[in-house]
């Protein structure tokens, strides 16, 4: 009999029956292991997730994958139950402020914050900013320091939508140059474009926003290595939110802004922007974007990217420069190697970049149904999490009965 015949539940179920939270289930899963279809249930049905990929990195048989239309994890074989993807899900499993709070108690070195533009004009056009990102990774990759940089690029079938790519030389960096405003399921995406290169074990730098960095410091200090990747070097872009790619398109079509006319959004002093080739086509409050914004951003604390070695923004510094916060020793020595393709000026005033922070971790402690506990254990239990997000707007929901054949024969 297959493990699919011997259920009899796989129907939707409602969240908060009984006193064990999974008794209902009719599975075989043992006492305390975690499948994925509880994790799709907890945050992904949920509308909680932020795509950042960590739960596709940490499954040792490779057996979530991403959906070809929404973009976010899906199973596309045999859950075996091992609870990993629970455990480094940073809205479920994983308390993402300990992962922050541990990777700061171990970082050797000191942290500066720096206002920063690319020397070369072409890596200035390229970026969002000052192009410092860019520069900086031009650098690294000619210094010999890193063998290639995982990051986003926008789609060639889809305007505007965002998939991780790897780049391994500076034509292909200033292609990617420039900020994706949806989640490209980063940390779950390495693997794929290292096995899609001639790359062999190569050194890589990690470009994402800060969750997919929380995730990939858990990965690096507790889980799952990747598949002979090292990742030398994390880079962070500041962040508030990031956007759900199909509302964010539907808004901008509202507001009479056709996605294909698009060159490049930017978000900056509350404003969302949408530049053509040569034209401003919007300029608007963020506000009239929340709409877009994905749920599970609001539980969230580390706009500045804190477990990233460098992170980058655009707040506190001048219109064409980027905003580097420089950490360690790790950060320090990328920044030295790479000197050549950057200017580089102390920051000076960090006032904004601290209010920022501060407005951003208020925010996520008023919206997370559970407490927010730098010092709490690592890893949230299955139960733990359904006593907190229960009776919530946040609360687990019953997985998409489009879904059920993959859990009727794999989990
Ligand atoms: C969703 C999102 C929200 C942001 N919100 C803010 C904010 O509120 N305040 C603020 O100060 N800054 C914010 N930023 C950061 C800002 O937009 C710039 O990315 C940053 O200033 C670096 O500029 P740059 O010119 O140096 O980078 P660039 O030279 O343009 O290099 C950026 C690099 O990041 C990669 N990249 C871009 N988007 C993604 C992505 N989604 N996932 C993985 N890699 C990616 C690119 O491929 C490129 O390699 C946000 C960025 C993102 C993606
Ligand atoms: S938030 Fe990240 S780890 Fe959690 S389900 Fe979504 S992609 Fe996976
Ligand atoms: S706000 Fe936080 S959770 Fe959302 S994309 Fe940015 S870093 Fe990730």
């Known amino acids: 009999m297959s493990k699919g015949e011997n259920r009899t539940d796989h129907l939707p179920r409602s969240p908060g029956v009984g006193d064990d939270p999974r008794e209902h289930k009719d599975t075989n899963t043992p006492p305390g292991k975690i499948r994925f279809r509880d994790l799709d249930e907890a945050v992904i049905e949920a509308d909680r997730c932020i795509q950042c990929g960590s739960c596709a990195a940490a499954c040792p048989s490779d057996?979530?994958?991403i959906d070809e239309i929404d973009g976010k994890p899906t199973l596309v074989k045999m859950c075996t139950g091992c609870s990993r993807c629970w455990d480094f899900c940073p809205r479920s499993g994983l308390r993402y402020e300990r992962v922050i709070e541990e990777t700061e108690a171990n970082r050797e070195g000191s942290t500066s914050a720096y206002a920063v533009r690319a020397d070369d004009d072409s890596a200035r056009e390229a970026g969002q900013d000052g192009g410092a990102v860019t520069a900086l990774l031009a650098g690294l990759l000619e210094a010999g320091e890193i063998d290639g940089a995982v990051v986003a690029?926008?789609?060639?079938?889809?305007?505007?939508?965002?998939?991780a790519m790897l780049a391994t030389s500076r034509e292909e960096l200033l292609e990617s140059g420039g900020s994706i405003f949806n989640q490209t399921m980063q940390l779950g995406e390495i693997d794929r474009v290292v096995g899609e290169s001639d790359l062999d074990d190569p050194d890589l730098a990690l470009v994402g926003t800060p969750c997919v960095i929380q995730g990939a410091k858990a990965l690096e200090s507790f889980g799952r290595p990747g598949e002979g990747s090292e990742i030398a070097l994390t880079v962070a872009l500041f962040c508030t939110r990031s956007f759900e790619y199909d509302r964010l398109t539907s808004l901008l079509v509202e507001h009479g802004v056709e996605p294909e006319a698009v060159d490049h959004l930017d978000v900056a002093d509350g404003k969302l922007f949408a530049y053509g080739e040569s034209e401003t086509l919007l300029e608007t409050d963020v506000e009239a974007f929340d709409a877009a914004g994905l749920p599970g951003c609001e539980e969230c604390a580390d706009f500045t990217g804190r477990a990233a070695d460098i992170a980058a923004g655009n707040v506190a510094s001048p219109d064409d420069a980027t905003t580097f916060v420089v950490r360690g020793e790790r950060g320090a020595d990328a920044l030295d190697a790479a000197a050549s393709e950057l200017e580089i000026e102390d920051l000076g005033d960090d006032t904004a970049l601290r209010k920022l922070a501060g407005w951003n971790r208020r925010k996520a402690e008023e919206t997370l149904p559970r407490e927010f506990d730098p010092?709490?254990?690592?890893?949230i239990g299955y139960e733990q999490h359904r006593e907190r997000y229960d009776d919530t707007d946040r609360a687990p929901q019953s997985h998409n009965p489009a879904r059920a054949y993959q859990y009727e024969r794999w989990c």
């Open 63 to 65: 057996s979530i994958g």
């Open 375 to 379: 010092e709490g254990d690592l890893s």
């Open 153 to 163: 690029r926008e789609r060639e079938d889809e305007p505007l939508r965002g998939e």
